[in-house]
């Protein structure tokens, strides 16, 4: 039986990229999944499509999906977006907190508005899903899951990218302190830190093969990692397969956080 079979998931960000195949992993695990999306509806009903393919793939019995749109920085769409989906599926049993930006600048010309963007999104807006989750998972029995996109950069410094940094850094905190608050209810909340990935937010390197060539000599493994890679982790981790799982970040990273650099014995005179 699919790892997944019946249970009802919101994945934010999910119209492209990581999260589209989160979304057709869940449903290929039997999942009903709710697709979020901010603009570009036209992408959204693609994955909406590729995700009810998966679940017919699958022979699940639910196959049941729904786009919805919201800004995750709103509170007021946040509410409103749960609302659809608790009243469409019934119950909410998986949240995962996908969606995210970056906006490159050297760290002393960042502009205040786009500082204040990529923390809405990815730092406030993860925080404003999971509460909502959180509330939606108190009021009735059975615990839920809260699966957080974080990167490697949550323990990596990433110089001209402060705000996305900050943000991740802080996703951290906001796993472990969410797992440890509610881990005696049923709840359980980890993250995925994936490294380099080859998805459209990255198309500077992957579509040019002298920098793609550069980003994975840094690449223990020696390669980017696909989105399915990725989403296959989301799946375990919102799969009972991880039970006694929480508070955790997994890196889902080629070997980035193993320190490369130290492939070479330079500093040890060895």
């Not at 406030?124 to 059975?142: K, N, Q, T, V, Y």
């Not at 830190?193 to 500077?204: F, K, L, M, Q, R």
């Amino acid at each position: 039986m699919p790892k997944l079979e019946g249970k009802n998931v919101l994945i934010t960000g999910a119209s492209t990229g990581i999260g589209q195949a989160i979304a057709i992993r869940f449903a290929r695990e039997g999942a009903n999944v709710a697709i979020n999306y901010r603009t570009g509806p036209g992408e959204a009903e693609a994955t909406e499509a590729l995700v009810h393919e998966a679940c017919l793939a699958a022979r699940a019995s639910g196959c049941k999906d729904l786009i919805v749109r919201a800004d995750i920085s709103k509170e007021d769409q946040v509410e409103a977006m749960f609302a659809q989906v608790i009243e469409s599926f019934g119950r909410l049993d998986v949240l995962v907190n996908n969606a995210g930006i970056q906006q490159p600048a050297a760290s002393h010309e960042i502009l205040t508005a786009d500082f204040d963007r990529v923390l809405n999104v990815n730092l406030r807006g993860a925080f404003l899903c999971a509460r909502a989750a959180i509330r939606h998972f108190l009021s009735r029995p059975g615990g839920g899951v809260v699966l957080n996109n974080s990167s490697v950069h949550e323990i990596i410094p990433k110089p001209k990218y402060l705000p996305y940094s900050i943000s991740k850094g802080g996703m951290e905190n906001l796993t472990k302190s969410l797992a440890l608050e509610y881990a005696d209810r049923g709840i359980r909340v980890n993250s995925v830190g994936p490294g380099a990935v080859v998805t459209p937010i990255n198309s500077a390197w992957t579509n040019n093969e002298k920098a793609r060539k550069e980003v994975e000599s840094h690449i223990p493994m020696g390669r980017a990692a696909v989105p399915e890679e990725i989403a296959s982790v989301f799946a375990f981790l919102a799969s009972d397969d991880a039970s006694y799982i929480t508070g955790q970040t997994i890196f889902a990273c080629g070997g980035l956080t193993l320190y490369p650099e130290f492939r070479v014995a330079w500093s040890s005179g060895e």
